[in-house]
């Protein structure tokens, strides 16, 4: 090979190179009121105001024949540059599934002229928040295109974000598969998001198999009744922020943590689980995980524990010396799979028929050989 076709094919891989580069040269998209909406990603359809001077969005959806490896900054400011709010209607971001593009949303609140009094000489400029209208649950469901979230520009006072007033007392305010199929998700960011009357978080962020880390201290989780399947297969999930959760009115945590292959432990130190009656699979999957912390607590009404950490085939030791559990609880294949357990403790109110049940199929447990190894308080 001579040195012009050396030079010829370096040119054409420079040339390709930068014609790459081009493409997934990120594009900014800012809602400005529908007659002011042209752009070559994303259509909007309107929907009929209910207040004076609204803009009422009804669906947000991607255009057919977008160039391979876009991405789109999506910005929902809270006013248009017109003067009029922001409403999003509850289904606006579901079903983004193009392939040739990555969508980062940005909800964005805007600063107001008014100031607001705290105290007799502090003053702070008052926000306005995009209003998102009714009922959440399969907001974002199968947007395999969406890869970031900021949410902190969503309406936390307006009572058109979860309404729990008394008009709309009959309203279903669920999270269920609220980000679920979100497959090319990696963050989010809520803000100081209203949730006091959530009552579903089930399926929330199942099969985001891309999301790292997760923030959750700030979510008012004190009415949920169900998180089942709520992490399930989200396999790269690694940090997972839950401490300042109230899961006092939970009864189903079935599935909760199912396959989240890469987180390595999990504290539910402040976890309330009196009310649980359903932890069936609840870490099952859960390959690198090695310790588990559980709160002091009274569980008597649980009905099953059955492959609760099938499959944990790092976990060392499991200590549940601080959880009473029922003599009824259904404990089959409890620890099946779990190769490197070394030691479990039960309460010491848990019969020794009820820990020979849950070691009944654990038969490739071979540090598990011994009584010995089982503690009893």
């Not at 057919?64 to 009029?84: D, M």
């Not at 805007?110 to 928040?129: L, N, P």
Request: with cysteine; net charge positive.
């Amino acid at each position: 090979m001579n040195k012009k076709t050396q030079v010829a094919i370096l040119m054409a891989t420079l040339s390709m190179q930068v014609g790459a580069m081009e493409q997934i040269h990120p594009v900014t998209v800012r809602f400005n009121g529908f007659s002011n909406s042209e752009n070559p990603f994303f259509g909007f359809k309107e929907a009929k105001p209910h207040l004076q001077n609204e803009c009422r969005i009804a669906d947000i959806y991607l255009k057919k024949n977008i160039p391979p490896k876009s991405v789109a900054y999506l910005v929902i400011p809270a006013r248009t540059s017109s003067g009029h709010k922001v409403t999003l209607s509850s289904k606006f971001g579901a079903g983004w599934n193009n392939d040739n593009i990555k969508v980062h949303l940005i909800l964005s609140k805007i600063r107001t002229s008014k100031k607001q009094k705290f105290h007799k000489k502090s003053q702070k400029r008052c926000c306005e928040y995009v209003g998102i209208i009714g009922d959440k649950s399969g907001l974002f469901k199968d947007s395999t295109s969406l890869v970031s979230v900021d949410m902190r520009g969503v309406d936390r006072k307006n009572a058109r974000w979860l309404k729990g007033g008394k008009k709309q007392n009959s309203r279903k305010n669920y999270m269920t598969s609220m980000f679920e199929g979100c497959t090319a998700l990696t963050s989010v960011k809520w803000g100081k998001l209203n949730t006091r009357n959530v009552t579903r978080m089930d399926y929330m962020f199942k099969d985001c198999k891309n999301l790292e880390r997760l923030n959750l201290s700030h979510l008012n989780t004190s009415k949920v009744a169900t998180m089942k399947g709520m992490f399930a297969n989200c396999y790269k999930l690694e940090d997972l922020n839950m401490r300042l959760c109230n899961t006092s009115k939970v009864q189903n945590m079935e599935g909760m943590f199912l396959n989240c292959k890469a987180l390595p432990s999990v504290n539910l130190t402040n976890f309330d689980i009196e009310l649980v009656q359903n932890m069936k699979q609840m870490f099952d999957g859960c390959e690198n995980m090695t310790s588990i912390e559980f709160p002091v607590s009274d569980a008597q009404n649980l009905a099953t524990m059955q492959s609760m950490f099938e499959n944990c085939t790092n976990l060392l030791d499991l200590d549940l010396s601080k959880v009473r559990i029922p003599n009824t609880v259904i404990m089959t294949d409890f620890i099946t799979g779990c190769k490197n357990l070394d030691t479990i403790s039960f309460h010491p109110e848990v019969p020794s028929e009820k820990v020979e049940n849950a070691m009944k199929n654990c038969t490739n447990c071979p540090d598990l050989t011994s009584g010995e190894t089982f503690h009893n308080g």
